[in-house]
């Protein structure tokens, strides 16, 4: 898709005012570029409204000369996963100057798109083959099916795989039938399933079906080399059997065994003791990744809820992995960008898993370790912003037990009540480390300490006036906490903005040699970043973080890296603002608190434009404080 095209893209996606600096580190064009776009959408009567907040996509009833919202013209990358689909599920060979004449594009267009295709098929253990003016797709038929079921992954990028996808994909099948049979076959058996799981077995089995309509089976020959016949999971094989009963049909045997597997590698039985059905090599490994994160993160998941289905989890992972099974999850990007912390953690458990048990943990199973963890570390993130607060209020009958009660149940998630006192000397006297004071009844403010005033009866203007005073305490908490660490972290011969850091190898060099040469890091401190960066890349939106997976710096120190042009990242990201950091083991904690604000400032286009345009490191440092 050209930049232009994600122009209007992101317009859709994002139904609010953009400015041209913010459009134009989204899309990695200048502002100019930006104008130049929005006047030939306006041209092409696409609704686009300007104004002094910059540009956005009007929603509203438009005439009949004016288009609405709608997908853009064909892309190169569409036309290249339309070539495989074809290839795959069509023809394995292609005169690529009939395929020019079908897609309506030049031969020199449809070579370079082949090109790719090659690529891309590459990658999944195939090879594109030329003879003459003909391509051939050439590859077994468990590749094949490997990429078909990306390709359709990939169309559901950002959202979630789901039954009007597949559909579209395999209009000769019944797939909503299939669907209910499946569901009704697992729900007999007591069994659990998940919405990735139903979709991700629902979609294998289409797969499978269309195949073999059209003669495509797995050959036993390569089925026999890597899988054990006589090895049969009995509630997958009876649920694979009831869908062949259910459809009139019998699968060949590759067929059947490969959709048992992936049915069992998402069987979670009800029935069953759980603590059977865990390996105890898996067992072991979450025993050592909890005490791994609570050294590492001050992260507790020592919770048996999160240890069990964490472990079934676990359990498939490994499987998969060692079976060099892809399980497609197309909101990892999202989780990726929305909760950097919370994917953090996913990466050094899965970096933790990779080296243990020597396999290859991909972007797709770290946004699902990310799910896992993700509630219970919100509920700790939340439980480190809340306020210690005391209660002031003259004693008469239950009185101040009875409002305690009324303000715990409204405010538990946001304040600790300390204490219960009838005099502001008790606050002095018991020396509590207090954030907020709750006055009752009483005009009394301490000079010291934030205090709220609001009355026993606890109204609605109470509540909102508590709100206020929490929200108020808690962002200047934040921001006074940030801002002690920046200047712990940061300094001012760390700050580069310069055209001609150009890509990720100059960022790594650059931040590297400087902190050597300070004796903040040791020698492989700049492959330690290409360690982490391997795992899964550093790149949230147009800001990296890159860092190493452990912390051994000598000292705790961060560099800022910013140019204006863009700077190309690893998995073709394209960044504006880099801000490496270096940590010391005995400053886990400000690793995790400078990164929790860090990252919820910069997943924020609007914060990065404004932060790109800071010239020196003293304004950029005043503008991060502002912007949390």
């Given at each position: 898709?050209?930049?232009?095209?994600?122009?209007?893209?992101?317009?859709?996606?994002?139904?609010?005012?953009?400015?041209?600096?913010?459009?134009?580190?989204?899309?990695?064009?200048?502002?100019?570029?930006?104008?130049?776009?929005?006047?030939?959408?306006?041209?092409?009567?696409?609704?686009?409204?300007?104004?002094?907040?910059g540009?956005?996509?009007k929603y509203?009833?438009?005439?009949?000369n004016?288009?609405?919202?709608?997908?853009?013209?064909?892309?190169?990358?569409?036309?290249?996963?339309?070539i495989?689909?074809?290839?795959?599920?069509?023809d394995?060979?292609?005169?690529?100057?009939?395929?020019?004449?079908?897609?309506?594009?030049?031969?020199?267009?449809?070579?370079?798109d082949?090109?790719?295709?090659?690529?891309?098929?590459?990658?999944?253990?195939?090879?594109?083959?030329?003879?003459?003016?003909?391509?051939?797709?050439i590859?077994?038929?468990?590749?094949?099916?490997?990429?078909?079921?990306?390709?359709?992954?990939?169309?559901?990028?950002?959202?979630?795989?789901?039954?009007?996808?597949?559909?579209?994909?395999f209009?000769?099948?019944?797939?909503?039938?299939?669907?209910?049979?499946?569901?009704?076959?697992?729900?007999?058996?007591?069994?659990?399933?998940?919405?990735?799981?139903?979709?991700?077995?629902l979609?294998?089995?289409?797969?499978?079906?269309?195949?073999?309509?059209?003669?495509?089976?797995?050959?036993?020959?390569?089925?026999?080399?890597?899988?054990?016949?006589?090895?049969?999971n009995?509630?997958a094989?009876?649920?694979?059997?009831?869908?062949?009963?259910?459809?009139?049909?019998?699968?060949?045997?590759?067929?059947?065994?490969?959709l048992?597997?992936?049915?069992?590698?998402?069987?979670?039985?009800?029935?069953?003791?759980?603590h059977?059905?865990?390996?105890?090599?898996?067992?072991?490994?979450?025993?050592?990744?909890?005490?791994?994160?609570?050294?590492?993160?001050?992260?507790?998941?020592?919770n048996?809820?999160?240890?069990?289905?964490?472990?079934?989890?676990?359990?498939?992972?490994?499987?998969?992995?060692?079976?060099?099974?892809?399980?497609?999850?197309?909101?990892?990007?999202?989780?990726?960008?929305?909760?950097?912390?919370?994917?953090?953690?996913?990466?050094?458990?899965?970096?933790?898993?990779?080296?243990?048990l020597?396999?290859?943990?991909?972007?797709?199973?770290?946004?699902?370790?990310?799910?896992?963890?993700?509630?219970?570390?919100?509920?700790?993130?939340?439980?480190?912003?809340?306020?210690?607060?005391?209660?002031?209020?003259?004693?008469?009958?239950?009185?101040?037990?009875?409002?305690?009660?009324?303000?715990?149940?409204?405010?538990?998630q946001?304040?600790?009540?300390?204490d219960?006192?009838?005099?502001?000397?008790?606050?002095?006297?018991?020396?509590?480390?207090?954030?907020?004071?709750?006055?009752?009844?009483?005009?009394?403010?301490?000079?010291?300490?934030?205090?709220?005033?609001?009355?026993?009866?606890?109204?609605?203007?109470?509540?909102?006036?508590?709100?206020i005073?929490?929200?108020t305490?808690?962002?200047?908490?934040?921001?006074?906490?940030?801002?002690?660490?920046?200047?712990?972290?940061?300094?001012?011969?760390?700050?580069?903005?310069?055209?001609?850091?150009?890509?990720?190898?100059?960022?790594?060099?650059?931040?590297?040699?400087?902190?050597?040469?300070?004796?903040?890091?040791?020698?492989?401190?700049?492959?330690?970043?290409?360690?982490?960066?391997?795992?899964?890349?550093?790149?949230?939106?147009?800001?990296?973080i890159?860092?190493?997976?452990?912390?051994?710096?000598?000292?705790?120190?961060?560099?800022?890296?910013?140019?204006?042009?863009?700077?190309?990242?690893?998995?073709?990201?394209?960044?504006?603002?880099?801000?490496?950091?270096?940590?010391?083991?005995?400053?886990?904690?400000?690793?995790?608190?400078?990164?929790?604000?860090?990252?919820?400032?910069?997943?924020?286009?609007n914060?990065?434009s404004?932060?790109?345009h800071?010239?020196?490191?003293?304004?950029?440092?005043?503008?991060?404080?502002?912007?949390?």
């Amino acid at each position: 898709m050209s930049k232009r095209d994600n122009l209007l893209k992101y317009l859709q996606k994002n139904p609010s005012w953009h400015t041209s600096q913010e459009l134009a580190i989204e899309i990695g064009v200048s502002s100019r570029t930006i104008k130049n776009y929005i006047n030939f959408w306006k041209a092409e009567k696409y609704p686009i409204e300007s104004g002094i907040k910059g540009y956005k996509l009007k929603y509203k009833k438009v005439s009949e000369n004016e288009k609405t919202v709608v997908s853009t013209q064909s892309s190169s990358k569409e036309r290249i996963n339309w070539i495989i689909n074809y290839f795959i599920t069509k023809d394995s060979v292609i005169n690529f100057y009939d395929l020019a004449s079908r897609l309506y594009v030049s031969e020199t267009t449809i070579l370079q798109d082949l090109t790719k295709v090659k690529n891309k098929v590459a990658s999944f253990g195939m090879k594109l083959e030329r003879h003459g003016d003909n391509f051939e797709l050439i590859g077994d038929e468990r590749r094949k099916r490997s990429l078909l079921s990306a390709l359709i992954y990939e169309e559901t990028s950002g959202t979630f795989m789901n039954q009007e996808v597949i559909q579209k994909n395999f209009e000769d099948i019944d797939v909503s039938l299939l669907r209910k049979i499946i569901l009704e076959s697992f729900n007999q058996r007591n069994i659990y399933l998940n919405t990735f799981d139903l979709n991700n077995i629902l979609l294998h089995f289409v797969i499978v079906i269309e195949r073999l309509k059209h003669g495509h089976v797995i050959s036993k020959t390569n089925f026999e080399k890597d899988s054990n016949i006589n090895n049969k999971n009995v509630l997958a094989y009876k649920i694979v059997q009831s869908v062949e009963n259910a459809l009139s049909i019998k699968f060949e045997l590759p067929d059947f065994k490969e959709l048992e597997l992936i049915v069992e590698a998402s069987v979670i039985d009800k029935n069953s003791n759980l603590h059977n059905k865990i390996k105890p090599e898996t067992a072991n490994m979450v025993t050592d990744l909890i005490s791994y994160v609570w050294s590492n993160y001050h992260i507790n998941l020592d919770n048996d809820n999160f240890k069990d289905r964490f472990a079934l989890h676990l359990d498939r992972l490994i499987a998969r992995a060692r079976q060099e099974k892809i399980q497609h999850n197309p909101i990892a990007t999202n989780i990726k960008n929305s909760s950097p912390t919370i994917y953090e953690c996913a990466v050094i458990i899965a970096d933790r898993i990779s080296q243990k048990l020597n396999i290859t943990i991909d972007d797709n199973e770290i946004g699902y370790i990310a799910m896992h963890i993700g509630n219970a570390m919100a509920e700790q993130i939340s439980d480190k912003q809340k306020l210690a607060a005391v209660i002031l209020i003259p004693q008469y009958y239950d009185n101040a037990a009875v409002l305690t009660r009324k303000i715990q149940k409204h405010f538990a998630q946001y304040i600790n009540i300390k204490d219960e006192i009838h005099d502001p000397i008790q606050l002095h006297a018991r020396k509590l480390k207090i954030d907020l004071i709750i006055a009752v009844d009483t005009n009394y403010v301490d000079e010291k300490i934030s205090t709220v005033n609001i009355s026993q009866f606890f109204l609605k203007n109470d509540i909102q006036k508590l709100t206020i005073a929490i929200a108020t305490k808690q962002h200047q908490l934040r921001k006074d906490i940030f801002q002690e660490n920046l200047f712990k972290f940061f300094n001012s011969e760390d700050f580069e903005k310069s055209d001609e850091i150009t890509n990720i190898d100059d960022c790594f060099d650059l931040v590297g040699s400087r902190f050597s040469k300070e004796r903040v890091v040791d020698k492989n401190f700049k492959q330690a970043l290409y360690n982490r960066e391997n795992m899964s890349s550093t790149a949230f939106g147009r800001v990296a973080i890159p860092h190493s997976l452990t912390m051994s710096a000598n000292k705790s120190r961060g560099f800022i890296i910013i140019n204006p042009r863009g700077i190309k990242w690893s998995n073709n990201n394209e960044v504006y603002l880099v801000i490496a950091l270096a940590i010391d083991p005995d400053n886990k904690k400000l690793l995790r608190d400078v990164f929790d604000e860090l990252s919820n400032i910069v997943t924020d286009i609007n914060n990065v434009s404004q932060l790109v345009h800071c010239n020196s490191y003293s304004e950029f440092i005043i503008k991060l404080v502002d912007l949390l």
